[in-house]
T-cell receptor, first 110, second 113 residues
Framework: GEDVEQSLFLSVREGDSSVINCTYTDSSSTYLYWYKQEPGAGLQLLTYIFSNMDMKQDQRLTVLLNKKDKHLSLRIADTQTGDSAIYFCAEKAGANNLFFGTGTRLTVIP | DADVTQTPRNRITKTGKRIMLECSQTKGHDRMYWYRQDPGLGLRLIYYSFDVKDINKGEISDGYSVSRQAQAKFSLSLESAIPNQTALYFC????????????FGPGTRLTVL
């Protein structure tokens, strides 16, 4: 079955870049996603990448995909305190569902 | 107004009690999901539904049941709650087959004593 792994915690200083990593097992995944969960709230879609792409940039966010190593990363440039949250990567599981990773809690230190 | 709402937002109950968690959506989406979130385990899928007549088990359906009363409503029941069902529960919706994007409710924190 699917297995999506992430580090549980990451701390960075305000203004630095954050890199959140994810490894997945299903090589047939067509889309991979990053969701953000702010304290006390549900998950919100942050960005996604199609499996035939290596990189996608969206303002301060850069997603890198290494299909050979089944490795996905999310880079947040100029990290702000408002970026403190839990970040989940997710892969498409079969035709119908998403399989979520364990989540990485990002703490931004002022 | 929130598109996906969950009630209650917090609930404390005792072992053996029956609990129902409600989810409503105004997005008009056909597909609805129930997940539970546990620290260090991420989100795990409990049940999902593609329309009113369609119910499917997810990864961890034992101890849970669901009811899709209408397109807009999907409820999760714990017939006899146990302490290891203490978790944060999320409902989500999805527009249809053309997109995998899911839209999440704010969550229900359930504590079973």
């Amino acid at each position: 079955g699917e297995d999506v792994e992430q580090s549980l915690f990451l701390s960075v200083r305000e203004g630095d870049s954050s890199v959140i990593n994810c490894t997945y097992t299903d090589s047939s995944s067509t889309y991979l996603y990053w969701y953000k969960q702010e304290p006390g709230a549900g998950l919100q879609l942050l960005t996604y990448i199609f499996s035939n792409m290596d990189m996608k940039q969206d303002q301060r966010l850069t997603v890198l995909l290494n299909k050979k190593d089944k490795h996905l990363s999310l880079r947040i440039a100029d990290t702000q305190t408002g970026d403190s949250a839990i970040y989940f990567c997710a892969e498409k599981a079969g035709a119908n569902n998403l399989f979520f990773g364990t989540g990485t809690r990002l703490t931004v230190i002022p | 107004d929130a598109d996906v709402t969950q009630t209650p937002r917090n609930r404390i109950t005792k072992t053996g009690k029956r609990i129902m968690l409600e989810c409503s959506q105004t997005k008009g989406h056909d597909r609805m999901y129930w997940y539970r979130q546990d620290p260090g385990l991420g989100l795990r899928l409990i049940y999902y539904s593609f329309d009113v007549k369609d119910i499917n088990k997810g990864e961890i359906s034992d101890g849970y049941s669901v009811s899709r009363q209408a397109q807009a409503k999907f409820s999760l029941s714990l017939e006899s709650a146990i302490p290891n069902q203490t978790a944060l529960y999320f409902c989500a919706t999805r527009p249809g087959a053309n997109t995998d994007t899911q839209y999440f409710g704010p969550g229900t924190r359930l504590t079973v004593l």
